[in-house]
């Protein structure tokens, strides 16, 4: 795949994670419509092989999760928790700059860069308490007293839940206008991309790994 031929709006709306690695090395997807890759590269005096490397490396292939609990534990860790914690800050970044230069437009997700810290916040909160005592618990053996904290993550989920709903309603189910700049259908594809990761890493902790501790899985 030549991702160098496709144009820096193309792949900043496609590719969740192009935009910040265009932010990075200072090439404006608002500013760069209808500029290949090679050619916005190469303005900017960058190595053309080391972008494209980067860009590539956003298209990895999916691992699958496995059942094990160490092994899924590790997983949830790399595949969910970190990449949670790397594309929310872009998201808020790309947020506040759509909201502070589409703000009069009627389409304008007004707050979503405050919701989307809200819930970074709250999500980073809940991986920590999961991090320093749910999965050592787990990978100690287990034992009655996972009861607890068990609920208390599913409840934070069906929190989480929530907190998509609000990203759909803000963002009419992340509908990006005809006419929409790079960086916001860079923001919804990004939006896209961290619901779907949300809704995976808590299915498979609810239904995966929560059951093989005693917690019965959610109907
Ligand atoms: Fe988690
Ligand atoms: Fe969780």
Excluded at 125 to 140: G, I
Aim: charged share 25%; glycine share 4%.
């Amino acid at each position: 795949m030549d991702l160098f031929r496709r144009t820096i709006d193309d792949l900043a709306s496609e590719l969740p994670g192009a935009a910040e690695v265009f932010h990075r090395h200072r090439i404006d997807v608002c500013t760069s419509h209808g500029v290949s890759a090679r050619r916005a590269a190469i303005a900017r005096g960058l190595d053309p092989i080391a972008m494209e490397a980067e860009l590539q490396a956003l298209y990895s292939v999916e691992p699958i999760a496995p059942t094990e609990p160490q092994a899924l534990i590790a997983h949830i860790l790399k595949r969910y928790h970190a990449t949670h914690l790397r594309e929310f800050p872009e998201a808020i970044r790309l947020a506040t700059m759509v909201e502070t230069v589409h703000r009069h437009s009627d389409l304008c997700p007004i707050g979503l860069a405050d919701h989307l810290a809200e819930m970074a916040e709250d999500l980073e909160h809940h991986q920590q308490k999961e991090e320093a005592v749910l999965f050592p618990l787990m990978l100690a053996g287990g034992g009655p007293m996972l009861q607890f904290p068990i609920a208390r993550m599913n409840q934070e989920h069906e929190d989480v839940e929530r907190q998509l709903g609000m990203i759909a309603s803000l963002t009419r189910n992340l509908t990006t206008p005809p006419d929409a700049c790079g960086s916001w259908t860079a923001l919804y594809a990004l939006c896209r991309k961290i619901t779907d990761d949300l809704r995976e890493h808590m299915r498979i902790e609810t239904e995966v790994l929560f059951p093989q501790f005693g917690a019965t899985p959610a109907s």
